[in-house]
């Protein structure tokens, strides 16, 4: 399973200080910005590489490394909550194609936890995705149920790319379930995998809603 928590401690270090309900909007949005660069350095990590030859300085030549893939890059943000986390992301892929969605769930509160929500996307604008190619990042730093990002990787994966990569910064487990069920080849990065989700949909413990807190 491509599941990639990433556990180390400056990352549960930022998440912990963005959990904190203390935390003001700045802090917040700068955090999800250094857990995106932190969490595309891994995706980098991931990529196709090839060794070649350099000179140096010195006129010495010496052998290195050059991740190809870092030029075929398209980053997806599912607006509004994912734009600091794309920004950080674009520090580690600079050359990125960028995609936008805009989508919104319908506010639900039931007497258990939804499996569904309902969403409604009424905007996108995705580059084209070049088949075998192109690695697409889809940014989202909260994946509760899933529904939101199923919309999106089914548009996606139709097109066929290299490879699927989502970059989310709290997923539940229910939602990581559902999505690699569905989605057994996609690259999932996130930082925590939280146990539950209550009768809103909202993810416990989790750190609230990440467009509200970024934004306001």
């Known amino acids: 399973m491509p599941l990639f928590l990433l556990s180390s401690p400056l990352s549960l270090h930022i998440l912990t200080q963005i959990r904190n309900k203390d935390t003001d909007q ?18 980098a ?7 070649i030859e350099v000179e140096t300085p010195l006129g010495v030549k010496t052998k290195g490394v050059r991740i190809y893939d870092l030029e075929n890059v398209i980053i997806i943000n599912i607006l509004r909550a994912a734009t600091p986390l ?3 992301l674009l520090k580690a892929f600079p050359a990125a194609r960028q ?4 989508a919104r769930r319908k506010e639900f509160e039931g007497k258990e936890p939804p499996k569904e ?16 190619i192109d690695n697409v990042i889809i940014s ?15 548009k996606v994966a139709k097109e066929e790319p290299k490879r699927i990569y989502i970059a989310s910064v709290i997923a539940s487990e229910y939602g990581v379930k559902r999505i690699l069920e569905l989605y057994p080849q996609v690259y999932f990065f996130t930082i925590s995998i939280d146990p539950e989700l209550n009768n ?17």
């Not at 700045?26 to 995706?43: A, C, H, M, P, S």
């Open 117 to 132: 929500m309902e969403v409604e996307i009424f905007y996108e604008k995705i580059p084209k995705i070049r088949k075998g």
């Open 200 to 216: 809103k949909g909202y993810i416990v413990p989790g750190l609230g809603d990440a467009g509200d807190r970024s934004f306001g």
């Open 45 to 51: 990590n991931t990529m196709d590489y090839e060794i």
């Open 26 to 43: 700045i802090n917040f949005r700068k955090g999800l910005v250094r857990l995106g660069r932190l969490i595309g350095y891994e995706i």
């Open 140 to 154: 989202d730093p909260m994946v509760a149920t899933s529904s939101t990002m199923l919309k999106v990787l089914e």
């Open 86 to 88: 794309v920004e950080g």
């Open 99 to 102: 995609g936008v969605v805009t």
